[in-house]
């Protein structure tokens, strides 16, 4: 595994400051979702503007691509142990309905040492983060990622638990047809921030990831997030002071100040704003002066006295 770029980071566990090496390819996929996201013409939002539009825009797609950076972190930890772990992502496993059907009908913990024959199935398509076979261990690592910087909930949170369980049912028998000795499958969410909402079997965040799997994970992607935020950083600051400039009505050079006319004109049809905005036009009556001449009514239902 090669590197290319020393990160200075800080330990989560202290104040202690090292230098933290970034793999490559790491280096290289952060460099181009920085890229595409930055290069992206995004389409004006009429509340905010182009200004704000143009700033906010990347930094909403870089939030999502965070979390594919932080899944593939999370298999370079695997990969750079040498020989020990056989590790893929996004691998796609045909859940039967038979597997869906006992994880609807028990708790998590009934089901964790039970394993579905493997055979040609229907079902449903599912896609496993991280997939990782430990050869010393015979450990089956059946991993979902999620970055956890906000509450996933509704259907999309019980899809994610189900689905992970289900996969588990049907892997170990699964490979163990392929020539993979796996004595025990281990399920777990990997939820880095916290704060996804996900209740799973098994959870673990940043500070806890290490030793769970009992291999250092969370500095790699910590890496990746400091040159993450830094190439946002870098790359945000010319928008961001254009952005106040326009807000404040002087733009930087180069670029065009918003005036009263070109809000009208962006509005043609809306005439409360250009009721505003011309001098001198009629000003129309408040709603509030309207309703003052009626007389006034007792709201909602109300409570008759107790005798």
């Not at 090292?18 to 490559?24: K, V, Y």
């Amino acid at each position: 595994m090669t590197t290319n770029l020393q990160l200075l980071s800080s330990s989560t566990r202290g104040t202690e400051t090292q230098f933290q090496p970034l793999p490559t390819e790491l280096f290289d996929a952060v460099e181009a979702a920085l890229d595409e996201s930055f290069e992206k013409s995004y389409s004006p939002d009429e509340l905010l503007g182009d200004a704000l539009t143009q700033l906010r825009g990347p930094l909403d797609s870089l939030s999502k691509r965070h979390g594919l950076l932080i899944e593939d972190g999370v298999a370079h930890a695997f990969a750079v142990q040498g020989e020990r772990f056989d590790v893929a992502t996004q691998v796609s496993v045909i859940v039967s309905k038979e597997a869906l059907s006992l994880v609807e009908a028990n708790q998590p913990e009934k089901l964790d040492q039970l394993n579905l024959p493997a055979a040609d199935v229907r079902g449903k398509r599912v896609i496993i983060d991280v997939l990782a076979f430990d050869f010393e261990t015979g450990d089956l690592h059946v991993v979902s990622v999620k970055r956890g910087g906000g509450a996933q909930g509704g259907q999309a949170a019980r899809d994610a638990r189900k689905d992970l369980c289900a996969a588990g049912l049907m892997l170990k028998n699964l490979m163990l047809s392929r020539g993979f000795p796996v004595g025990e499958v281990k399920k777990v969410l990997i939820d880095w921030y916290g704060r996804s909402g996900i209740i799973a079997r098994r959870t673990v965040t940043r500070e806890t990831v290490d030793a769970y799997f009992g291999i250092p994970v969370a500095a790699t992607v910590e890496a990746m997030s400091r040159h993450m935020s830094r190439g946002i950083a870098e790359r945000i600051t010319p928008r961001l002071m254009n952005a106040i400039g326009v807000v404040a009505g002087n733009p930087t050079p180069g670029t065009k100040k918003v005036s009263a006319n070109d809000t009208l004109s962006a509005h043609p049809n809306d005439q409360s704003i250009s009721s505003h905005a011309l001098p001198g036009a009629k000003e129309k009556p408040k709603l509030v002066e309207c309703l003052s001449v009626l007389p006034p009514r007792r709201q909602g239902r109300q409570m008759r006295q107790v005798r």
